[in-house]
């Protein structure tokens, strides 16, 4: 069966204090790891695509990275805003429907 | 932001009332989608459009029914909504399919007493 799995499931930092997200798959014929960023209340916003193992993108603090099993997305001395629920999915499968995670609530403490 | 708008925005209805989402582009975006939102699941895909007067089933269509007469509105449908229906309703579009990136809409967060 295709599954995403996010870990941890909610994650309490400090300002400043770097950390890593995690989002396993196990999606046949993957074609395409996506991230996303949603704040409460709101839809989910578009962060990253990733499309082959090794492959690696960045933005401000964050850069996500993908393996042939999970991708990560490291956050690099994050602040106050960037406290929010960051949403995972994988394209693939037999009919190549995006399949969502779970998310990981990130809160960061000034 | 992409140009999407869904309509409205929040409801509480009863149960067995039929209830009806719009989701507006103005992208000119081919395909459009309807997911629901719980605690403790992931978005969950409902029912997608790849055209006007094209579209197919998700992982949990059933109780839900979907039209698209114009390319800039996709309206999904409970033709009896049920209390298991309280959610919230995301809409998405992209451009193409395979690896194209999906936009999310605002959402909608409909309760059913």
């Known amino acids: 069966e295709d599954q995403v799995t996010q870990s941890p499931e909610a994650l309490r930092l400090q300002e400043g204090e770097s950390s890593s997200l995690n989002c396993s798959y196990t999606v046949s014929g993957l074609r395409g790891l996506f991230w996303y960023r949603q704040d409460p209340g709101k839809g989910p916003e578009f962060l990253f695509t990733l499309y082959s193992a090794g492959e690696e993108k960045e933005k401000e603090r964050l850069k996500a990275t993908l393996t042939k099993k999970e991708s990560f997305l490291h956050i690099t001395a994050p602040k106050p805003e960037d406290s929010a629920t960051y949403l995972c999915a994988a394209r693939g499968g037999s009919q190549g429907n995006l399949i969502f995670g779970k998310g990981t609530k990130l809160s960061v403490k000034p | 932001d992409a140009g999407i708008t869904q309509s409205p925005r929040h409801k509480v209805t009863e149960t067995g009332t039929p209830v009806t989402l719009r989701c507006h582009q103005t992208e000119n975006h081919r395909y459009m989608y309807w997911y629901r939102q719980d605690p403790g699941h992931g978005l969950r895909l409902i029912h997608y459009?790849?055209?006007?007067?094209?579209?197919d089933k998700g992982e949990v269509s059933d109780g839900y029914s979907v039209s698209r007469s114009k390319t800039e509105d996709f309206l999904l449908t409970l033709e009896s909504a049920t209390s298991s229906q309280t959610s919230v309703y995301f809409c998405?579009?992209?451009?193409?399919?395979?690896?194209?990136?999906?936009?999310f809409g605002p959402g909608t967060r409909l309760t059913v007493l």
């Open positions: 998405a579009i992209s451009e193409l399919t395979g690896t194209d990136t999906q936009y």
């Open positions: 459009s790849y055209g006007v007067k094209d579209t």
